[in-house]
């Protein structure tokens, strides 16, 4: 626990100025931060006597190690710098809110030449118009259904749109009238685009002048007596009609607003949103939250803010925002939600009327929520930590390993032989810290083995002198590793870990700065010598090690001659077991993508500077990587986007690669000699798959483990020329096939 006053700023060094400030830990990560009016003030606030601060606030500063500032214009940029910092850096102490489900948008891509309406979860992106969120995706499709009646607006993905304009034919919603069908030229682009317009505007609560328009054009049909047009405009007003009574009416006015609430106590918070378009709820969200640090309803309420409109812009931000309390002050928020929308905001506390009627339902939704997120929290909290403390106890440990780290090595007979590394902290995965490794067969500059085969506990021992190795070298370069190896805590004048070693040049922490409490790798006692031994070379001697053994869940420790059995009820094998799993699901993925990628490789990839669209370029343009090789340099020059230099290396590449055999049908035994395999990302259309050049026989990949949590199914994967489906064409000549595991 570090003392305050070590690392407190010298009097009169903080500026009486706005701005943003941020605490560091002794490892330089980032911790908490915070905005001011004035510096000097707020932070003076935190350099007093310890028992005069709130819990947390003095939780937070005997973490930190250090304190830094940023000075700004006004409050409204502090505001503004703090939401990206807390972003950007995701400090263990600020108010963070979680959304308790991923919410489902209907969305309009209106930056696609013919827009498209569908279902989307996830990063908002440029240019697509967003309404909701839902509380389920079915409630969008329900919706969707019934608008395309008045609104036939494309809803196909792009893989049926190009199929449907290469054989002239519509899909089935462009025969029953639900869609204009653009793929096939029913409707021009501008009447494609003014239908989503009219759609967009429909969602954005517009519905009574459509609404109108509409019977104004049915009642002229029946005027004219086109009683058809008459009953078709009369079906689609019932439609739409329909599709509003889905959203019920709540504030008469058809008010456009959001409408947040708040239900807290001593340790958590949480949020209800209820957003109102056109005086009908359109989408509902909630958030919950750890009160990390002390904070007022104020607080909670802007850092939702923040959360809420910190990436929206123009009519996402809508014209009111009713709030149960207002932040102190509300002069800078208000100011940074009128810059979000582009014209004014009204941030109020609803007094009477319907609108305080509606906060009273918010906020009974905003109290279930926090009641239910404390049942489930309350179960998973316990289950953690009784896992962890299991563990502890199992492999008499001197306190729980809230940090835990896992590693798998994994090739296919040896050959692309990877490794990977996961995270566990408090028991949960933190897949920002992942790793994943190329095995060598060196460790820095000293060759240790020859890097082939299949020698797990090599690859084992090479993995975590590696990461170690870096971790320690990252500590030399701080002076906190002294030559006996053990870690010290080193601080410079200012009473700062220096950041030299421990973080990059933006401030960001080095993949490798912190260690585990808990080192666990995939396999048996081999594989946890191998580890002990990397760590006991490096002089490391306060990270403990254990194995576990997939046949039967064994913990094996290093110097033990019997492992360590646990209980197969044990919720600490139960999260020893996700540890596995997951590092060996990292380690299968990477394994795949590098062998799928040496497998697909074909001459063109030889070739300095030409990247995947010029060889997509070279391909259609000459239909095959054969005829491409007894082309001429003119007659490559004639490519658009190849110059004669690049013509000249293609032909050398080529002219030294060695043509693979005539490819063989294996069903039909037919010998299909008029085309040539070609090289990834050189396919001879964007819609088909591409193959590899000279790669000869098949392999399949054998089965994960039955029921292994965090494993898949694994299907053959044929290697070779592509035939048809449930054909595996290889190359003549092939006179076995090689069949590999999953390792």
């Known amino acids: 626990m570090a003392d305050p006053s070590s690392y407190r700023p010298k009097p009169g060094q903080i500026p009486d100025a706005p701005g943003v400030y941020k605490f560091r830990d002794e490892h330089r990560r980032v911790i908490y931060v915070g905005k001011a009016k004035s510096l000097r003030q707020r932070l003076a606030s935190y350099f007093q006597d310890l028992a005069n601060l709130h819990p947390r606030t003095r939780s937070m500063v005997t973490t930190a190690a250090s304190v830094e500032w940023t000075v700004v214009n006004n409050e409204v940029e502090a505001l503004q710098l703090e939401y990206s910092w807390i972003k950007e850096f995701d400090p263990r102490f600020n108010v963070k809110y979680r959304d308790d489900k991923s919410y489902p948008y209907l969305a309009v891509t209106m930056n696609e030449k013919f827009p498209r309406v569908q279902v989307m979860r996830g990063q908002k992106k440029k240019g697509v118009r967003y309404f909701g969120p839902y509380g389920h995706a079915w409630a969008i499709r329900d919706t969707v259904d019934l608008l395309l009646r008045a609104f036939p607006v494309r809803t196909c993905s792009a893989g049926v749109f190009k199929n449907a304009t290469r054989t002239g034919r519509p899909c089935l919603l462009g025969y029953i009238g639900k869609c204009s069908a653009p793929c096939v030229e029913r409707v021009t682009p501008e009447d494609h685009r003014q239908l989503a317009e009219d759609f967009c505007d429909f969602m954005a609560g517009r519905t009574g002048t459509y609404i109108r328009r509409l019977e104004r054009q049915m009642t002229d049909a029946a005027e004219e007596m086109e009683y058809e047009r008459a009953a078709r405009l009369r079906d689609d007003i019932d439609a739409l009609k329909k599709a509003m009574e889905k959203s019920a009416v709540v504030l008469a006015d058809a008010t456009d607003a959001d409408l947040i609430a708040l239900a807290e106590d001593e340790l958590e918070a949480a949020v209800q949103i209820f957003h109102v378009r056109g005086g009908r709820v359109r989408g509902q969200r909630g958030w919950v939250t750890d009160k990390v640090e002390a904070v007022t309803s104020g607080d909670l309420v802007e850092h939702a803010l923040q959360q809420l409109y910190g990436e929206e812009s123009g009519d996402a931000v809508p014209k009111e925002v009713l709030v149960p309390a207002l932040p102190d002050p509300l002069e800078p928020v208000q100011e940074w939600l009128t810059e979000r929308r582009g014209a004014n905001v009204s941030l109020r506390i609803p007094q009477r009327g319907d609108k305080k009627a509606l906060m009273e339902t918010v906020a009974r939704n905003a109290q279930q929520s926090l009641v239910l997120h404390k049942t489930r929290r309350a179960s998973d909290l316990t289950t953690r930590s009784r896992a962890l403390e299991e563990i502890a106890a199992a492999l008499e440990l001197d306190s729980a ?22 995270v566990f902290e408090d028991g949960l995965a933190r897949k920002s810290e992942y790793r994943r490794f190329q095995i060598k ?17 090599r690859s084992m021992h090479e993995v975590i002198a590696r990461r170690f190795k870096r971790y320690i070298s990252d500590k030399e370069k701080t002076g906190e590793w002294s030559d006996e190896g053990a870690a ?73 001659d019997d492992p360590v059995i646990l ?64 082309a001429t340099i003119d007659q490559i020059c004639e490519v658009p986007g190849i110059g004669r230099k690049t013509a000249e290396v293609i032909v050398a590449a080529l002219a030294g690669a060695v043509p693979a055999g005539p490819a063989v049908n294996m069903a039909t035994g037919e010998i299909m000699e008029d085309e040539e395999p070609t090289s990834v990302g050189a396919s001879g259309s964007e819609d088909e798959e591409p193959t590899s050049v000279g790669v000869s026989g098949s392999e399949d990949e054998g089965p994960s483990p039955a029921g292994t949590p965090g494993s898949e199914d694994e299907e053959p994967t044929p290697v070779g020329a592509s035939g048809s489906a449930g054909e595996e064409p290889v190359t003549a000549g092939t006179s076995e096939e090689r069949r590999g595991q999953d390792t």
Not at 500 to 521: I, M, N, W
Not at 614 to 620: A, G, P, S, V, Y
């Open 567 to 630: 209980p197969r009820t044990s919720e600490g094998l139960y999260l020893l077991q996700r540890v596995r799993d997951e590092a060996h699901r990292f380690a299968i993925t990477y394994q795949r993508a590098k062998r799928a990628k040496r497998f697909k490789a074909g001459p063109l990839d030889d070739v300095p500077g030409l990247g995947d669209a010029r060889k997509r370029t070279l391909i259609k343009h000459f239909g095959s990587v054969k005829r491409l090789r007894s």
């Open 401 to 422: 390993p809230l940090r835990i780290e896992c590693y798998d090595v994994s090739h296919l007979q040896g050959d692309d032989v990877v490794a990977s590394m996961v």
């Open 441 to 457: 067969g060196r460790v820095g500059d000293t060759q240790i083995w020859h890097g082939e085969g299949q020698d797990d506990v």
């Open 488 to 560: 010290t805590d080193t601080i410079d004048a200012n009473g700062e870990v220096p950041a030299s070693g421990l973080t990059e040049e933006d401030g960001r922490p080095k993949r490798f700065a912190y260690p585990p409490q808990l080192v666990v790798v995939d396999g048996g006692r081999p594989q946890v010598a191998a580890a002990k031994r990397a760590l006991d070379e490096l002089g490391i001697d306060d990270i403990a090690v254990c194995g576990l053994a997939k046949r039967l869940e064994e913990v094996w420790v290093p110097g033990e």
